[in-house]
């Protein structure tokens, strides 16, 4: 079954710093996979998605990188802003239209 | 397009009581989904539909959960009868393409039963 980790549960930052949100799975054998945001009291927002062929994905100041052999991907943030906190999470697709969401890490950037 | 749209954004009942989500995905999205999220076990896929055809619902609780999709922009996810324990956030997502491309969430039922 697959089983997806995210570290760390909740992050504090000052405003500027770069940072990298890790996710880790269980079975390599994924689709694809997505980072989400999610603000409180609100849905999910995608950010990016990255198919299993590819290595990364960017979005303005959002990287994501898949090691799909490691079961690895993370979500690096450059020069954070207040805005940029929100709940972050990561969900992979199994090819079976099922995305297993991580528990996702809480992201709080400070001015 | 206005997004998935789910109705209503809250819901309190009391314990026993039939509990009715409703869901509109965007047009032209072929499958739809149900999700529970809750603090203990995050998001859980409950049920997926593809052109109005449930597909996998091996992630609904119980008998006590049935979901229909009787057109391509309608879906419910009935609770009957309700328990404390399925207070939770409800979501609905929308996609256009097998394999997940294009997930969108709408903005949740928050089930509260008492």
């Known amino acids: 079954k697959q089983e997806v980790t995210q570290i760390p549960a909740a992050l504090s930052v000052p405003e500027g710093e770069n940072l990298v949100l890790n996710c880790s799975f269980t079975?390599?054998?994924?689709?694809?996979l997505q980072w989400f945001r999610q603000d409180p009291g609100k849905g999910l927002t995608s950010l990016l998605l990255?198919?299993?062929?590819?290595r990364e994905q960017t979005s303005g100041r959002l990287n994501a990188s898949l090691d799909k052999s490691s079961g690895r991907s993370t979500l690096y943030i450059a020069a954070s802003q207040p805005g940029d906190s929100a709940t972050y999470l990561c969900?992979?697709?199994?090819?079976?239209?099922?995305?297993?969401f991580g528990q996702g890490t809480r992201l709080t950037i400070n001015p | 397009d206005a997004g998935v749209i789910q109705s209503p954004r809250h819901e309190v009942t009391e314990m026993g009581q039939e509990v009715t989500l409703r869901c509109k995905p965007i047009?032209?999205?072929?499958?739809l989904f149900w999700y529970r999220q809750t603090m203990m076990r995050g998001l859980e896929l409950l049920i997926y539909?593809?052109?109005?055809?449930?597909?996998?619902d091996s992630g609904m609780p119980e008998d006590r959960f049935s979901a229909k999709m009787p057109n391509a922009s309608f879906s419910t996810l009935k609770i009957q009868p309700s328990e404390p324990r399925d207070s939770a956030v409800y979501f609905c997502?929308?996609?256009?393409?097998?394999?997940?491309?294009?997930?969108?969430f709408g903005s949740g039922t928050r089930l509260t039963v008492v």
């Open positions: 997502a929308s996609s256009p393409v097998q394999g997940g491309d294009g997930y969108t």
């Open positions: 079975d390599s054998a994924i689709y694809n």
């Open positions: 990255i198919q299993s062929s590819q």
């Open positions: 969900a992979v697709n199994e090819g079976a239209q099922k995305l297993v």
């Open positions: 047009s032209g999205h072929d499958y």
């Open positions: 539909f593809n052109n109005n055809v449930p597909i996998d």
